[in-house]
């Protein structure tokens, strides 16, 4: 174990078949939970690690997308641990004691890098160092377009803020968000609209299932694409680079890649099962657990599986020590070897 620190933690979250506690992993690199627990709190994987695995993976003639996004991490059971709090699901409309990250992932559309993540701290706790989503989004973004060939940074509504899309512009990088429907807009002519209701009238009548204008947005310009699910639902997206309609879609699309990330995380990683109190520890083991998944579409793309899962269910019938041989082995790594 000593001679592979960056494998080690995140090797035992791809073999364990149980509960991912630092005891159960303990036990499957034949090591105490204390040492496993020591690995969380002075971890050796770093971001920059993670950025190689992403040059290694994506494919260089695709165009790269940054994707970003948030996910509650169910604490259901604990009242001590540090960044912890009720915070409200959109997804299940419930509220539950968890933690909340802010997640950057890389994808070419079909492998996926999630590269760093941020804690989100309710203000309630975090008092004058509370910072918002969009703040700490912003704040993970640009060590990662000076090192990777980001073409478009793709992200959810909840991020489309006057700050987000003005740190976009100013640092001329492409972006594709989902916006409100009743958001007002300008026309090239100034003239004022809804949203919704400037596309209802352009699309009325027309066999057309998307379209893009071109306008402003707190006095930015920008490009306005609506998408047409059925006859009910219009998907509303603004970005600051001309594309065909289809290409806005396609590019807004990509970021569904973080939303797998998700649900494989907390359906086979252990994302939500670290009970450490230290909020580093909690920070390190999310860390850890993008680790195991980028290690999983490394071996995906290696080995022509069809999905990460697939790579997953494989690498599970290795014994742990032929897992660390097997990642640790020439060039399968970035080309480096741990020794």
Not at 41 to 49: A, I, Q
Not at 78 to 106: E, P, W
Not at 138 to 153: E, F, M, Q, S
Request: glycine share 4%.
């Amino acid at each position: 174990m000593k001679n592979h620190p960056e494998l080690t933690y995140p090797s035992t979250l791809l073999m364990s078949t149980e509960k991912k506690t630092c005891e159960a992993l303990g036990k499957i690199a034949e090591t105490s939970g204390d040492t496993m627990l020591r690995l969380l709190e002075d971890p050796g994987t770093t971001k920059e690690w993670l950025i190689q695995n992403a040059q290694h993976t994506l494919n260089p003639k695709k165009k790269w997308i940054l994707a970003i996004d948030d996910t509650l991490i169910a604490k259901a059971h604990s009242n001590f641990i540090a960044g912890t709090s009720d915070n409200f699901d959109s997804s299940t409309r419930q509220i539950y004691r968890s933690l909340c990250t802010v997640v950057v992932m890389v994808t070419d559309g079909k492998s996926s890098v999630p590269i760093d993540h941020s804690l989100w701290i309710n203000k309630e706790f975090a008092e004058e160092q509370y910072k918002t989503k969009t703040e700490l989004a912003i704040a993970l973004i640009p060590t990662i377009v000076k090192n990777l060939n980001i073409y478009c940074v793709a992200m959810d509504g909840l991020y489309a803020t006057k700050k987000m899309t003005g740190f976009f512009n100013n640092n001329k990088i492409n972006f594709e968000m989902r916006i409100r429907s009743n958001s007002r807009i300008e026309l090239q002519d100034k003239t004022s609209v809804i949203l919704k209701e400037y596309f209802a009238t352009i699309m009325k009548g027309k066999r057309k299932d998307s379209s893009t204008i071109k306008g402003f947005w707190n006095g930015e310009p920008a490009y306005f694409t609506a998408e047409r699910y059925d006859e009910d639902t219009v998907v509303f997206l603004i970005s600051n680079f001309q594309a065909a309609p289809q290409e806005h879609i396609k590019i807004y699309r990509m970021r569904w890649h973080i939303e797998k990330f998700f649900r494989t995380a907390k359906q086979r990683l252990g994302l939500k099962d670290c009970q450490s109190r230290k909020l580093v520890a909690q920070y390190n083991h999310i860390l850890y657990v993008c680790v195991a998944y980028s290690l999983l579409q490394l071996e995906r793309k290696s080995k022509k599986y069809k999905t990460p899962e697939e790579a997953h269910r494989r690498l599970r019938k290795k014994t742990y020590c032929d897992l660390i041989k097997h990642f640790s082995a020439p060039r399968q790594i970035f080309g480096v070897v741990y020794a």
